[in-house]
T-cell receptor
Framework: QQQVKQSPQSLIVQKGGISIINCAYE??????FPWYQQFPGKGPALLIA?????SEKKEGRFTISFNKSAKQFSLHIMDSQPGDSATYFC???????????FGGGTRVLVKP | KAGVTQTPRYLIKTRGQQVTLSCSPI?????VSWYQQTPGQGLQFLFE???????NKGNFPGRFSGRQFSNSRSEMNVSTLELGDSALYLC????????????FGPGTRLTVL
């Protein structure tokens, strides 16, 4: 059972454009929703995270939108840069415990 | 502050052998989790350790095991290796099990021939 579904699998965006990645979860016990960025040959790097008591969180060019009733959350990358080209993973975990359930990943390519 | 370190970075083994991977968490972090990353299955949780105790275990066979030492360093072991065990094994550390923020190491790339 895939508890966190991520879409799209890949996307291409022009430099300066907006990248949008969506995730949907099933387990209502999930309480923490991070996004990770992974470059080839590297481990995932924590980008930004949100909890259900907040509908939006912004850090620099990265924004998480959270819809608790729809059990969906999304990552927006504003003013996308070629250096943002990477694979992005959404994830979810319960309040207690560090067991992250990951989405399938989205490969983002930013064209100059 | 140094990040999560994993050794070795690359490993080649043959079927039937066993392997031990090591992880040193960020200084002050006491929770360590392990994940397997493959192209087909993505990122999957293996287990989590805190205060030398396994708190959580993912859906992997008993050939996968781990432990944590009093200094929070952790090891995972895979016995009787199978071709399908070829993967990137990632270690993540967190301050505590309830702190949630996890930081990943670079991983150990295991190839089973």
């Amino acid at each position: 059972q895939q508890q966190v579904k991520q879409s799209p699998q890949s996307l291409i965006v022009q430099k300066g454009g907006i990248s949008i990645i969506n995730c949907a979860y099933e387990n209502t016990a999930f309480d923490y929703f991070p996004w990770y960025q992974q470059f080839p040959g590297k481990g995932p790097a924590l980008l930004i995270a949100i909890r259900p008591d907040v509908s939006e969180k912004k850090e620099g060019r990265f924004t998480i939108s959270f819809n608790k009733s729809a059990k969906q959350f999304s990552l927006h990358i504003m003013d996308s840069q070629p250096g943002d080209s990477a694979t992005y993973f959404c994830a979810a975990s319960k309040a207690a415990g560090n067991k992250l359930t990951f989405g399938g990943g989205t490969r983002v390519l930013v064209k100059p | 502050k140094a990040g999560v370190t994993q050794t070795p970075r690359y490993l080649i083994k043959t079927r039937g052998q066993q392997v031990t991977l090591s992880c040193s968490p960020i200084s002050g972090h006491r929770s360590v989790s392990w994940y397997q990353q493959t192209p087909g299955q993505g990122l999957q949780f293996l287990f989590e350790y805190f205060s030398e105790t396994q708190r959580n275990k993912g859906n992997f066979p008993g050939r996968f095991s781990g432990r944590q030492f009093s200094n929070s360093r952790s090891e995972m072991n895979v016995s009787t290796l199978e071709l399908g065990d070829s993967a990137l094994y990632l270690c993540a550390s967190s301050f505590s099990p309830t702190y949630n923020e996890q930081f990943f190491g670079p991983g150990t790339r295991l190839t089973v021939l």
